[in-house]
């Protein structure tokens, strides 16, 4: 009889070949490495979206005037350096299976800060798009983050620190867009740039100094045993991947034109960036308080439960935000989306590490990130284009569609107990 991928995997959970047993339940230090990676995180996120809010007036003033070519770059921007991402991430995620899930962290943490104080000091618009795709190939603070998090956790705990870990990246863009917005309208474009890069340096260090994580590396016979392929194949983490991908898909459709359409509805480019920065930072807050509670329920009610009821109601909560008619409109209608949409990637999360074990952590969100950033770097690329063909306001109800469409998808293809 053929081997199942399931077995493959089992068989890999059982043996003592691999790094240390995946049935050991957590570091005896977890909640210190826990809380070390949650300010890293947090100050990576914040980092990250610092410069996010004027990203496509940045394309600007690099000499990129027409503004349908304006709106395309702001894609091709997001796009490149997730396309990288998706083709880097399996790479890292073996090597942090191999080498340790901390220093995949470190990796991700000290390039960025590098790549991103880099982008300062662009030319032209091409010099940027080649540094986006360099962050891409790099950078991925976030799996690299929830592997080593997932690998020290006890698994009754998982909904909670995947969810706490998630509000460093919620609490980060929201504070980071706000603070960049305001830097860039006070000092500039490029300034924001090398403070992103600064936070990202403190980041790794505290990684350096804070987190502990128990690794012990295969041996090179336990190598192929559960690789990738047969962790792609296996059902659930499957419709997973498709989730992850349609997600991210559906939530950067909107994302590279979002400050166009801040711009578009405040009638003037004055303080876009700043107004930006603020319905973000809104969204992000709301997101936070929303992952943490809802990482603890999952862990009682069910991760699949809450994945569908979450990815329903941010699908639904994209509608109104087509009607927008002012900033103010817009913020309230961003705050409900993101208390939708907080509990989404902690429960997918979540679920991964119940149907994968340890030793594979790596390679598994490896796969999640490839998932996520094809969804993110095509997301950009196709809004900016329908915004640039049929306006600035119909890819909200697309990512209203896809949303609501993954919610069903979810309830009928996962398992009530994955």
């Known amino acids: 009889m053929s081997e199942t991928p399931e077995d493959k995997i089992a068989e890999n959970e059982d043996s003592p070949r691999i790094g240390p047993s995946s049935r050991e339940d957590g570091h005896p230090r977890w909640q210190l490495t826990l809380y070390a990676m949650w300010i890293a995180q947090l100050l990576a996120i914040l980092g990250f979206s610092f410069v996010m809010p004027f990203l496509p007036f940045y394309v600007r003033e690099l000499g990129v005037t027409n503004e349908r070519a304006l709106r395309v770059w702001a894609g091709l921007l997001m796009t490149g350096s997730a396309l990288m991402m998706s083709t880097m991430a399996p790479v890292w995620g073996a090597l942090a299976d191999r080498y340790g899930r901390k220093l995949m962290v470190l990796r991700a943490m000290f390039g960025g800060a590098v790549i991103l104080t880099l982008m300062g000091f662009a030319r032209s618009v091409y010099q940027l798009l080649g540094l986006r795709m360099c962050q891409g190939a790099v950078t991925g603070t976030v799996p690299a983050s929830v592997a080593l998090v997932s690998s020290v956790t006890p698994r009754a705990r998982l909904g909670y620190s995947l969810g706490l870990m998630q509000t460093a990246v919620f609490v980060g863009s929201s504070i980071g867009p706000f603070l960049g917005g305001m830097a860039a309208d006070r000092f500039g474009y490029r300034v924001p740039f090398g403070i992103t890069g600064a936070l990202l340096l403190t980041g790794g260090l505290l990684v350096l100094v804070g987190a502990r994580a128990r690794f ?31 997600m991210n898909l559906s939530a950067s459709f909107v994302g590279a034109i979002f400050p166009l359409f801040v711009e578009h509805i405040l009638n003037r480019s004055q303080a876009a960036a700043s107004a930006t920065g603020l319905i973000l930072g809104a969204t992000g807050v709301a997101s936070a308080v929303s992952a943490v509670a809802v990482g603890r329920i999952s862990d009682r009610v069910g991760h699949r439960r809450v994945l569908i009821f979450c990815t329903a109601a941010a699908g639904a909560l994209c509608i109104p935000q087509f009607f927008a008619a002012s900033v103010h409109q817009l913020l309230v209608m961003r705050i409900l989306f993101g208390l939708g949409a ?28 490839t998932a996520s950033a094809m969804g993110w770097g095509l997301g950009p690329l196709l809004g900016g284009i329908t915004a640039s063909f049929f306006g600035l306001r119909l890819p909200f109800l697309i990512m209203a569609a896809m949303l609501i469409g993954m919610s069903l998808v979810a309830a009928g293809k996962l398992k009530p107990d994955a």
């Open 216 to 246: 012990v590396p295969p041996r090179a016979e336990a190598r192929a045993v559960g690789s990738a392929w047969d962790i792609f194949r296996t059902p659930t983490v499957a419709v997973l991947l498709l989730v992850y991908f349609s």
């Open 342 to 369: 907080g509990g989404m990637i902690p429960a997918m999360n979540a679920m991964v590490a119940t149907v994968i074990p340890r030793s594979l952590f790596g390679r598994a969100y490896g796969l999640t990130t």
